[in-house]
């Protein structure tokens, strides 16, 4: 359909899952597509010629989006390198579950800031391109978790609570610039990580779910290039939960 044509986008850890999807999914509407990961190897090289597959210009990057100097210095080079910055989506992420009582101030930093401080660094790198030009999207990966909380994961549920925050800041903050800032929240996804989980397990969130299945990387990625592109003008500082009606 080309609603991308001409844009684009940084993806945040996107050589697998959720990230990967989305980054996909934007080149197969048109949009260039540099993505970050802590390295490159020999899958998300494999990334880049799937996104090439598609017409599309496509760079991975190695860096540590938790650290601030790393990000400027990255976005700066994916700026260089494709000339405009249109499009961000910070999906970096990682776990470190536990009970409060039990977690380390290492787990609990570590998780902070891979999910939150991540987001940060890129937009405040992003900033002011997307401010010269008066347009860019950027879209936070939230999770339904952040939005009531889940036991045990109280490190992680804090990081996608703040990613929500930080998106309706940013948009009343860069609004009148035309810089609109939306957070997808997604629910039971079946990627490589919620696929180790045990068929009971799995069953047990199916019952919490009204659409009664896990939903795809593709399903965010959906949602996802709906913020991105011009369908979605007039929609800003909103939290867009991807769940099959498991948070109603």
Request: charged letters at 20%; one cysteine or more; glycine letters at 10%.
């Amino acid at each position: 359909m080309g609603l991308l044509n001409g844009k684009t986008a940084i993806v945040t850890g996107a050589a697998r899952g959720i990230g990967k999807a989305i980054a996909l999914k934007f080149a197969s509407e048109g949009a260039n597509v540099a993505f970050t990961d802590l390295v490159i190897d020999e899958n998300a090289e494999k990334t880049v010629k799937e996104i090439e597959a598609f017409g599309v210009k496509a760079k991975g990057y190695a860096s540590n989006a938790a650290n601030f100097a790393e990000t400027e210095t990255v976005v700066n080079q994916i700026k260089d390198d494709f000339g405009t910055i249109d499009i961000l989506v910070n999906n970096a992420g990682i776990t470190k579950d536990g009970l409060m009582m039990r977690m380390s101030e290492a787990q609990w930093d570590a998780v902070i800031a891979v999910n939150l401080k991540s987001a940060f660094n890129f937009i405040h790198a992003c900033t002011p391109i997307m401010m010269r030009q008066k347009n860019g999207s950027i879209i936070n990966m939230a999770s339904v978790v952040g939005v009531h909380g889940n036991a045990g994961q109280c490190n992680y549920s804090a990081s996608k609570a703040g990613m929500i925050g930080l998106a309706k800041s940013i948009a009343q903050e860069l609004g009148s610039r035309g810089v609109r800032a939306n957070a997808i929240a997604p629910g039971f996804i079946i990627t490589d990580m919620t696929a180790k989980l045990s068929d009971e397990v799995k069953e047990e969130w199916s019952k919490k779910i009204p659409l009664r299945r896990g939903g795809t990387p593709e399903d965010v990625a959906d949602v996802a290039t709906f913020l991105a592109s011009d369908m979605s003008s007039y929609v800003t500082g909103q939290v867009i939960q991807v769940d099959g009606g498991m948070n109603m």
